[in-house]
């Protein structure tokens, strides 16, 4: 078994809460607080959220985390 561990980012927009509900409904758990950027290039928030999830496989670098 092995943790595995993404870093949700999006704008600041539903998008994001929704990336967030999706990885959540799939097992992974939230890891830490939410973190918020302003983007100056854009001119809008960014968000992100760190999420883990215990698998069943052995982790390697080519391992599609968003498919697990």
């Known amino acids: 078994m092995s943790k595995i561990y993404r870093f ?3 704008d600041d927009t539903s998008a994001f809460c929704h990336k967030v509900s999706d990885s959540l409904e799939k097992g992974w758990v ?5 973190t918020q950027t302003f983007d100056p290039v ?3 928030m960014r968000c992100g959220q760190a999420v883990t999830k215990d698998v069943d496989a052995e982790y390697t ?6 498919a697990q």
């Open 42 to 44: 854009k001119g809008i």
């Open 8 to 10: 949700l980012s999006e």
């Open 30 to 34: 939230l890891y830490g607080s939410p």
């Open 61 to 66: 670098s080519e391992m599609k985390l968003g």
